[in-house]
């Protein structure tokens, strides 16, 4: 490598941690219902598709699921398999798998659910500051259990009463100083 490709190869580096860092952001805001952060996500004039059941603004989008977010007491989403590919200095196609778990509950029944979807992306830099400017989402499968939480049978957690759990904005460790 030239000396003259490496600013441009580091700079590459650090556009492409930002981007993976939106990507973990989002995660944490819909986990966490996190509403300010969720919005950060996204630049201001950008677009959602998210696989069927939202299509328009993504400002619309947070609107609607920040009335969803803070009722939905487990849920997890997991980032894997990211692939930022630059298809201009300021702009970058993204696509990553998103494993979702959520714990639910439909006529006095507990189940548990996890979802595999992909997101693709289109991410821009603007102000320095990379956000999504575009969301499609697709989902891949979808698997359900009844609940049951046992933590192992008791080996792992003989009294998860004792537990310090995750929770949802102001209340979650996130937000404790």
């Known amino acids: 490598m030239t000396t003259t490709a ?6 590459r ?6 981007i993976e860092d939106v990507l973990v952001r989002y995660s944490r805001a819909v986990d966490r219902a996190d509403i300010d952060l969720l919005r950060g996500c996204y630049h201001d004039d950008a677009l ?18 920040a009335g969803i977010l803070p009722r939905a007491r487990f ?3 997991l980032v894997t398999n990211i692939l930022v590919e630059f298809t201009a ?14 714990r639910m509950k439909k006529d006095d029944q507990k189940f548990d659910t996890w979802t595999l ?40 957690m003989p009294d998860p009463k004792v537990l310090l759990r995750g929770a949802k904005r102001p209340d979650d460790i996130l937000y404790k100083d």
Request: glycine letters at 6%; a negative charge; hydrophobic letters at 40%.
């Open 75 to 77: 849920l997890n989403h």
């Open 6 to 11: 490496l600013p441009e190869a580091l700079q």
């Open 89 to 102: 200095a300021d702009v970058a196609r993204v696509e990553a798998h998103i494993l979702t778990f959520a």
């Open 13 to 18: 580096l650090l556009d492409r941690q930002a």
């Open 48 to 65: 959602e598709d998210h696989g069927g059941v939202f299509k328009g603004t993504a400002k619309d989008y947070v609107d609607q699921v």
């Open 117 to 156: 979807a992909r997101t693709v992306d289109r991410f821009e830099k603007r102000d320095e500051r990379w956000a999504i400017s575009s969301r499609r989402l697709c989902f891949e499968w979808n698997q359900e259990v009844p609940m049951n939480e046992s933590w192992g049978r008791g080996l792992m």
